[in-house]
């Protein structure tokens, strides 16, 4: 009763902040997403009568243990567990550790307990652990509405790269998961809300036209959008650093010279540079230069999360 998966994080380019249902994270709108292929979880679980205790490594284990439960209940076993995980990239930085450790931990639990899920139970399992990692399960380009999340292209339809330019390695303060719940205090909450459907509607017409600028355009407004919410948020949530801001200054310029690249951010000052495969090198180069910048972590479209 022993599996190994791995599995990606993934970028969302209609972002999900806050849930209609909280027990059981149910988003309040539908969210796309890229599976990134350089920032992976790996997560081993195994199940036997011969541990006296549950334990796990390299993760905080409550909520691990939670979804271990919620799945141990599933198939009916009783037995201790030992999950071990390992992250290839900071956690709590802003890059989805918990989209790829939940997405992988449901993975390998479901292979180690012999459940034959499918794979859109899998991500209603993935989403009861952390919102997000519903979305790293299916390939490539990932649609999350509701319940279940469903693969909208696989990882080659489109060239694409997100270029994660680390700026600030410390964990965050407030979990999203806390940030989640204030949502509905932001003045700014329901209008984004109103904005949802029209912003799916041009996004999926860019992925069908392969459109870059029209894609990139709608992920800059939903994800300034999204942090507008935050920001308006009781009490306030505030990601970005200095940094953050100078890397969105410069995307601004970089464009104006004829580069076509765009910024989104999720919950922590990272940003994640946009552009297609052909454009990749040259924006490597400007960030090359650029002065108090950590790391700068290439990324292409993945596949789904995976036993391996
Ligand atoms: O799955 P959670 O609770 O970590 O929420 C993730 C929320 C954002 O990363 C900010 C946006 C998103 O859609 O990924």
């Known amino acids: 009763m022993k599996a190994t998966a791995k599995a990606p994080a993934n970028i969302a380019f209609i972002k999900y902040w806050g849930k209609k249902d909280v027990a059981l994270r149910i988003p309040y709108n539908p969210s796309i997403s890229m599976n990134l292929s350089a920032c992976t979880t790996t997560t081993t679980v195994e199940f ?33 567990v030992r999950v071990e995980t390992t992250n290839n990239f900071p956690s709590s930085a802003g890059i989805a550790s918990s989209a790829s450790g939940f997405a992988a931990l449901t993975i390998a639990t479901a292979g180690a307990l012999g459940l034959s899920c499918s794979e859109k139970e899998l991500t209603a399992l993935a989403r009861l652990g952390s919102g997000s990692a519903c979305r790293s399960i299916p390939d490539g380009f990932v649609k999350w509405d509701g319940e279940f999340a469903y693969s909208l292209y696989p990882s080659d339809y489109w060239d694409l790269r997100d270029i994660i330019v680390v700026v600030g390695k410390t964990a965050k303060k407030v979990s999203s998961s806390e940030g989640h719940e204030a949502v509905e205090t932001s003045p700014y909450f329901k209008n984004r809300l109103e904005a949802i459907p029209e912003r799916i509607r041009k996004i999926e017409a860019a992925f069908q036209e392969k459109n870059f600028q029209a894609l990139g355009e709608v992920i800059e407004e939903d994800c300034l959008d999204m942090h507008r919410v935050m920001q308006t948020q009781v009490p306030p949530l505030y990601y970005w650093n200095d940094m953050t801001k ?61 036993l391996i």
Not at 60 to 72: A, F, Y
């Open 246 to 306: 100078n890397i969105m200054d410069a995307v601004k310029g970089w464009r104006n010279d004829g580069l076509p690249v765009y910024f989104t951010i999720d919950a922590g000052p990272n940003i994640h540079l946009l552009c297609e495969g052909k454009d990749e090198q040259r924006l490597l180069e400007k960030l090359q230069g650029f002065p108090g910048i950590e790391e700068v972590i290439p990324n292409k479209p993945a596949e789904g999360a995976r």
């Open 48 to 80: 036997s009568n011969k541990f006296s205790k549950d334990e796990v490594f390299g993760v905080e284990p409550t909520r691990v243990i939670e979804h271990i439960n919620r799945m141990r209940k599933l198939a009916g076993v009783t037995s201790h």
